[in-house]
């Protein structure tokens, strides 16, 4: 089982950034999907971003253009860079490990989840 802890969420005003780490340990990290999803009051976790083994990614429509993500095998971190915060990005952030070698948006494939960082942004 690997161990996720999250970092970096705050309070901001809209149009700020922010740069949100997930740093892992317990399990072979370069060769796992890592994935961000977040969850706003009274809504369900959804799916943010996503990264393979090999550096290919993906992203909700939402955030297209405004994030990004990264990861760095040798210091067992991926890495979320938020710009262009707007109010509705407003929620609590999950980083998750997702299945080996192979990439996935689904929640219900994550096996492995931080506790969370909140990002806040105010209008």
């Known amino acids: 089982q690997v161990q996720l802890v999250e970092s970096g969420g705050g309070l901001v005003q809209a149009g700020g950034s922010l740069r949100l780490s997930c740093a892992a340990s317990?399990?072979?990290?370069?060769?796992?999907?890592m994935g961000w999803f977040r969850q706003a009051p009274g809504k369900e976790r959804e799916f943010v971003a996503v990264i393979n083994w090999i550096g290919h990614t993906a992203y909700a429509d939402s955030v297209k253009g405004r994030f990004t993500i990264s990861r760095d095998n040798t210091k067992n971190t991926a890495y979320l860079q938020i710009n262009s915060l707007k109010p509705e990005d407003t929620a609590l952030y999950y980083c998750?490990?997702?299945?080996?070698?192979?990439?996935?948006?689904?929640?219900?494939?994550?096996?492995?989840w931080g506790q969370g960082t909140q990002v806040t942004v105010s209008s």
């Open positions: 998750a490990q997702g299945p080996p070698l192979r990439m996935t948006t689904e929640v219900s494939e994550y096996d492995s």
């Open positions: 317990g399990r072979t990290f370069s060769t796992y999907t």
